[in-house]
């Protein structure tokens, strides 16, 4: 279970260094759009496998840091997919992009130093 775990794991940081990097590359005028949407969308369904393949491993969960994880994810994928759209028609997206990529970051910050337990 635990090579699975962390198989999933390293899926989940390669959609946020996809999500990240793209909204680095973007910010340096790069048009890199469809890392940063398949980022997003990674990252809500590999966290929620993680969170099942843990729930199933029986190790404790902080429900609370999982549920605001998942909605700042949510916030991203938004943020991404609506640019995207924008994007297919000519419309300025970058205030998108930067929100999805600053949430990104927001979300790793939660990851790393929210370290109370269930």
Known sequence: MDVVINVFVVLHLLGMAAIV???IAHRTGATTLPPIVWGARAQIVSGLVLV???EAA???LNHVKVGVKLLVAI????CAEIAAGRAKR???NGQ???AAGLLAILNVAI????TTSA
């Open 21 to 23: 990097g793209g909204w």
């Open 52 to 54: 099942g393949l843990n």
């Open 58 to 60: 029986k190790d404790p």
């Open 75 to 78: 916030a991203v994928a938004a």
């Open 90 to 92: 000519n419309q300025p």
């Open 96 to 98: 998108l992009l930067d």
């Open 111 to 114: 990851a790393v130093l929210w």
